[in-house]
């Protein structure tokens, strides 16, 4: 299974981006799905997360700015950023719940990450 993540560049602030992430390789199910980041020194933290039946859960810092959405047909979730800071520069990686083919749990996968800058 990979995550292939693209939609990262820079921004001035207050600007937006939109975020884009394909699972593929031999998946039966994807349950949640979600998006951390991870900015220069400091430890990854979780921005947004969706279930496979669309309820949503969002970082304090993000709320009202950022909204997570999903594609189940096409395995891919999305991040919508809207008014974005320079504190939300940072490496922005995804993530899946994955159940492959041939197996009975779910692990988890991260993908390779895009770099979202944010000049003031």
């Known amino acids: 299974v990979q995550l292939q993540a693209s939609g990262g560049g820079l921004v001035q602030a207050g600007g937006s981006l939109r975020l884009s992430c394909a699972a593929s390789g031999s998946i039966f199910s994807i349950n949640g799905m979600g998006w951390g980041r991870q900015a220069p020194g400091k430890q990854r933290e979780l921005v947004a997360a969706i279930t496979s039946g669309g309820s949503t859960h969002y970082a304090d810092s993000v709320k009202c700015r950022f909204t997570i959405s999903r594609d189940n047909a096409k395995n891919t979730v999305y991040l919508q950023m809207n008014m974005l800071k320079p504190e939300d520069t940072a490496i922005y990686y995804c993530?899946?719940?994955?159940?492959?083919?041939?197996?009975?749990?779910?692990?988890?996968?991260w993908g390779q990450g895009t770099e979202v800058t944010v000049s003031s």
């Open positions: 993530n899946a719940q994955v159940q492959g083919l041939g197996y009975l749990h779910e692990y988890d996968f």
